[in-house]
């Protein structure tokens, strides 16, 4: 537990806070986004917010996989588990989604869909193994971290003939959501991002100079760690600061230029690029989502329940998920937040997954509101 | 019942034997079951007599009666620092205790599942007679079914508990007042934790013992301080966040918190780092939260501490006005943020 406190020091905290208190100009308003679900909950969870000076304010970015996934995709699960009897896998987050007609996976399932939890791809292939006369589908999800453990267990699948697998597949990238929030009209101005943890470990921090470059954009990668964020809120605070627009590394423990590039081979080899997918609160985005290649067709479940067509969902009417997603807005914006949509009964998906903005400032944050403090 | 002749075929199989049905029958079966782990173990005046029920003597004039129950569903049975039977003594137990009360008398009902051992039944029955001794209760009545294999978990066991308070003791949840000084008299997470890593089959360093002990003699300790204790709850199910939580609500206040101040052992934190878990939320069954006027904390911290149960105790924060009743705490970073309900179940993240 050595190698968690420190990470955790309170002391260092304190001077990390008191140096971007230090480096933070009062004629500035500094808006940076932290565009990773982790590093939301993380900045909730120790307390970080009220940490930082009035000036240097954290929006929250899209980068929460449950939130970004828009309802047309959670229905075609719902659907493929009530009317295919297939036994449907799932990440425990994505189970409370709301979907259409007030449906989700967990109430699928109460009605008798054989919808199952799974803590990774590799137990949905399990299953599969298991239940030779039924159909199993993997419903995945995720960024780039997670994408490398479905590829895998395509490629497994495929070598050992396993013929009742599929995979459901909303996986998306990173790089396209930030150039979307960069570019959207009307969006928020923003001085920096931090830059995912996880994620950078499989793509590596090259990829992100094309946004530094072309947006004059500071990105700063940042571990999961309290420490990391200070620290990388600080390095994103100087760069501003000194008029510097670069791809700086504080996760260097575990984040390389080039990434791991093991995992990249193996993606490729499963999945490329959709021309566009529907993402929430993003709307529809070129080259942004991940589909499964010809050549390992007969684990796509789209391919293989062909009646199986996406449609458009809108939100419901009062969530304001889209516009939170995209930083416009924040969750106690919200005018249902807290009353009608709370964590047990959620009307939108950043209430759901504890990474969504929404359940970080319900769960952690929401006492702040009454009393107008950051 | 030593001068009859036996009434039984053959003396019950401790070693080998298991529950069956005939067990629950109420016929010969189940009288062999009670006399020979039952009786045998809790023997005490009330229970030889063999009644369906204990005759008992009234407590001290001027007293007032105290009453709960509770009910033990634990799995696994077994756990490192106790089991089943001495968690259903000091569950019950505790909750008079937190009433400020003199626990004097449980009941104690036996929800036995067909197949259970009875070596781990009699393991079960001696360690609930230990605790009660210690404890300086008495078991006075019981009942046991039988329900099919796979209805059951081993054994449930509901403990029902009497006792007295005395004078003008009178902790109750709604009299935190803003100013009050918090309490806890140890480290939290150490039952829930010894459970989970049963369960998950972890091991760890060093191995993580259930807390689960009996607080009367500690809270006895802290009365004769003659502090005026407002509140008194232990923090079991949902841990320390969600009783904090309860009090506040029930006492219309809020509550500041600080995160350095509360005693976790190095073992726990990793455990709960390790899986996903807040120690906040974690499970305690030997532990106490006491809130009390500010002026009298540090005479009752000093008598926490001074009494074998209390050695860790702290000072843990404040009450607060707070319409809201939301508990806030300053964390270890220096940041702040609340401690909420606990939000459904803690699903793993996966990303
Ligand atoms: S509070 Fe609920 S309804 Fe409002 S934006 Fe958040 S998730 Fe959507």
Same mark, same amino acid.
């Given at each position: 537990?050595?190698?968690? $406190?420190?990470?955790? $020091?309170?002391?260092?905290?304190?001077?990390?806070?008191?140096?971007?208190?230090?480096?933070?100009?009062?004629?500035?308003?500094?808006?940076?986004?932290?565009?990773?679900?982790?590093?939301?909950?993380?900045?909730?969870?120790?307390?970080?917010?009220?940490?930082?000076?009035?000036?240097?304010?954290?929006?929250?970015?899209?980068?929460?996989?449950?939130?970004?996934?828009?309802?047309?995709?959670?229905?075609?699960?719902?659907?493929?588990?009530?009317?295919?009897?297939?036994?449907?896998?799932?990440?425990? $987050?994505?189970?409370?989604?709301?979907?259409?007609?007030?449906?989700?996976?967990?109430?699928?399932?109460?009605?008798?869909?054989?919808?199952?939890?799974?803590?990774?791809?590799?137990?949905?292939? =399990?299953?599969? #193994?298991?239940?030779?006369?039924?159909?199993?589908?993997?419903?995945?999800?995720?960024?780039?971290?997670?994408?490398?453990?479905?590829?895998?267990?395509?490629?497994?699948?495929?070598?050992?003939?396993?013929?009742?697998?599929?995979?459901?597949?909303?996986?998306?990238?990173?790089?396209?959501?930030?150039?979307?929030?960069?570019?959207?009209?009307?969006?928020?101005?923003?001085?920096?991002?931090?830059?995912?943890?996880?994620?950078?470990?499989?793509?590596?921090?090259?990829?992100?100079?094309?946004? #530094?470059?072309? &947006?004059?954009?500071?990105?700063?990668?940042?571990?999961?760690?309290?420490?990391?964020?200070?620290?990388?809120?600080?390095?994103?605070?100087?760069?501003?600061?000194?008029?510097?627009?670069?791809?700086?590394?504080?996760?260097?423990?575990?984040?390389?230029?080039?990434?791991?590039?093991?995992?990249?081979?193996?993606?490729?080899?499963?999945?490329?690029?959709?021309?566009?997918?529907?993402?929430?609160?993003?709307?529809?985005?070129?080259?942004?989502?991940?589909?499964?290649?010809?050549?390992?067709?007969?684990?796509?479940?789209?391919?293989?329940?062909?009646?199986?067509?996406?449609?458009?969902?809108?939100?419901? =009417?009062?969530?304001?998920?889209?516009?939170?997603?995209?930083?416009?807005?924040?969750?106690?914006?919200?005018?249902? &937040?807290?009353?009608?949509?709370?964590?047990?009964?959620?009307?939108?998906?950043?209430?759901?997954?504890?990474?969504?903005?929404?359940?970080?400032?319900?769960?952690?944050?929401?006492?702040?509101?009454? =009393?107008?403090?950051? | 019942?030593?001068?009859?002749?036996?009434?039984?075929?053959?003396?019950?199989?401790?070693?080998?034997?298991?529950?069956?049905?005939?067990?629950?029958?109420?016929?010969?079966?189940?009288?062999? @079951?009670?006399?020979?782990?039952?009786?045998?173990?809790?023997? *005490?005046?009330?229970?030889?007599?063999?009644?369906?029920?204990?005759?008992?003597?009234?407590?001290?004039?001027?007293?007032?009666?105290?009453?709960?129950?509770?009910?033990?569903?634990?799995?696994?049975?077994?756990?490192?620092?106790?089991?089943?039977?001495?968690?259903?003594?000091?569950?019950?137990? *505790?909750?008079?205790?937190?009433?400020?009360?003199?626990? @004097?008398?449980?009941?104690?009902?036996?929800?036995?599942?067909?197949?259970?051992?009875?070596?781990?039944?009699?393991?079960?029955?001696?360690?609930?007679?230990?605790?009660?001794?210690?404890?300086?209760?008495?078991?006075?009545?019981?009942?046991?079914?039988?329900?099919?294999?796979?209805?059951?978990?081993?054994?449930?066991?509901?403990?029902?508990?009497?006792?007295?308070?005395?004078?003008?003791?009178?902790?109750?949840? *709604?009299?935190?007042?803003?100013?009050?000084?918090?309490?806890?008299?140890?480290?939290?997470?150490?039952?829930?934790?010894?459970?989970?890593?049963?369960?998950?089959?972890?091991?760890?360093?060093?191995?993580?013992?259930?807390?689960?002990?009996?607080?009367?003699?500690?809270?006895?300790?802290? @009365?004769?301080?003659?502090?005026?204790?407002?509140? @008194?709850?232990?923090?079991?199910?949902?841990?320390?966040?969600?009783?904090? *939580?309860?009090?506040?609500?029930?006492?219309?206040?809020?509550?500041?918190?600080?995160?350095?101040?509360?005693?976790?052992?190095?073992?726990?934190?990793?455990?709960?780092?390790?899986?996903?878990?807040?120690?906040?939320?974690?499970?305690?069954?030997?532990?106490?939260?006491?809130?009390?006027?500010?002026?009298?904390?540090?005479?009752?911290?000093?008598?926490?501490?001074?009494?074998?149960?209390?050695?860790?105790?702290?000072?843990?924060?404040?009450?607060?006005?707070?319409?809201?009743?939301?508990?806030?705490?300053?964390?270890?970073?220096?940041?702040?943020?609340?401690?909420?309900?606990?939000?459904?179940?803690?699903?793993?993240?996966?990303?």
């Amino acid at each position: 537990m050595k190698y968690v $406190d420190e990470f955790r $020091d309170g002391v260092l905290a304190k001077n990390l806070a008191a140096s971007i208190a230090q480096e933070s100009r009062p004629d500035k308003t500094y808006r940076l986004m932290e565009f990773c679900g982790g590093h939301t909950h993380a900045l909730s969870r120790y307390g970080l917010l009220g940490m930082l000076p009035a000036n240097v304010q954290m929006i929250h970015g899209p980068g929460c996989p449950v939130c970004v996934l828009p309802i047309g995709r959670v229905d075609l699960a719902i659907r493929l588990a009530l009317e295919h009897d297939v036994i449907l896998c799932s990440y425990g $987050d994505c189970l409370r989604v709301p979907a259409s007609e007030q449906m989700s996976l967990l109430k699928a399932k109460a009605r008798g869909a054989d919808v199952r939890m799974v803590y990774s791809a590799l137990d949905a292939v =399990k299953i599969a #193994t298991q239940n030779p006369t039924r159909q199993v589908v993997f419903f995945a999800i995720g960024f780039e971290t997670t994408t490398p453990p479905t590829a895998s267990v395509i490629k497994q699948a495929q070598a050992s003939g396993l013929k009742n697998f599929s995979v459901l597949c909303n996986h998306v990238l990173t790089l396209p959501a930030m150039e979307a929030i960069l570019t959207q009209p009307g969006g928020v101005p923003l001085q920096g991002l931090v830059g995912p943890a996880h994620v950078s470990t499989v793509i590596g921090s090259q990829p992100y100079q094309s946004i #530094t470059s072309r &947006f004059r954009m500071p990105i700063v990668i940042s571990g999961f760690e309290p420490l990391d964020l200070l620290q990388a809120i600080l390095m994103l605070l100087r760069q501003v600061n000194e008029g510097r627009a670069e791809v700086e590394n504080e996760f260097t423990r575990a984040v390389t230029p080039e990434g791991n590039r093991k995992a990249q081979a193996l993606v490729d080899e499963i999945f490329e690029v959709r021309d566009s997918f529907e993402w929430r609160g993003l709307g529809s985005l070129p080259v942004s989502g991940l589909k499964i290649r010809a050549a390992f067709a007969e684990f796509d479940a789209e391919l293989r329940f062909p009646d199986l067509v996406y449609r458009n969902v809108p939100d419901h =009417k009062a969530c304001e998920c889209g516009a939170i997603l995209r930083g416009e807005k924040r969750p106690q914006d919200c005018k249902i &937040f807290g009353t009608v949509c709370t964590p047990d009964n959620p009307v939108g998906s950043c209430m759901v997954s504890s990474e969504g903005a929404c359940a970080a400032h319900y769960t952690y944050g929401r006492y702040t509101d009454s =009393k107008g403090m950051p | 019942m030593s001068k009859t002749k036996s009434i039984y075929v053959r003396p019950l199989d401790i070693k080998q034997g298991r529950v069956d049905m005939s067990h629950g029958s109420g016929g010969r079966a189940s009288a062999q @079951l009670i006399e020979t782990v039952f009786t045998a173990a809790l023997d *005490n005046e009330y229970l030889r007599q063999g009644n369906d029920g204990a005759v008992l003597p009234l407590p001290p004039a001027g007293s007032r009666l105290v009453m709960s129950t509770d009910g033990h569903v634990v799995s696994p049975l077994f756990f490192p620092g106790g089991n089943i039977g001495s968690l259903s003594v000091h569950g019950t137990v *505790n909750d008079l205790a937190m009433m400020g009360a003199r626990p @004097l008398w449980l009941s104690a009902s036996f929800i036995l599942e067909e197949g259970l051992p009875l070596a781990d039944l009699l393991r079960i029955v001696d360690s609930m007679a230990r605790a009660a001794k210690t404890a300086g209760v008495v078991i006075v009545t019981g009942d046991t079914k039988v329900v099919e294999r796979g209805k059951g978990d081993g054994v449930y066991i509901s403990t029902t508990g009497v006792g007295y308070v005395q004078g003008t003791t009178n902790p109750s949840g *709604n009299r935190a007042r803003a100013g009050d000084t918090i309490l806890l008299s140890g480290t939290i997470g150490d039952h829930g934790m010894a459970i989970m890593s049963q369960r998950e089959g972890l091991q760890f360093e060093s191995a993580i013992e259930s807390d689960s002990a009996a607080l009367h003699g500690l809270v006895a300790a802290m @009365l004769a301080t003659g502090a005026d204790i407002r509140v @008194l709850r232990d923090p079991t199910r949902g841990g320390l966040a969600t009783t904090l *939580n309860e009090i506040a609500r029930q006492s219309g206040m809020g509550m500041v918190i600080d995160e350095a101040g509360i005693p976790v052992n190095k073992a726990v934190a990793a455990a709960c780092e390790f899986l996903g878990l807040d120690p906040l939320y974690v499970a305690n069954e030997g532990k106490l939260i006491a809130i009390c006027a500010a002026a009298d904390a540090a005479m009752l911290l000093a008598a926490m501490r001074a009494h074998p149960l209390g050695q860790s105790a702290a000072e843990i924060g404040a009450v607060i006005e707070d319409a809201s009743c939301f508990v806030q705490m300053k964390t270890k970073l220096g940041g702040r943020r609340m401690v909420d309900w606990l939000n459904g179940d803690q699903l793993p993240r996966i990303c």
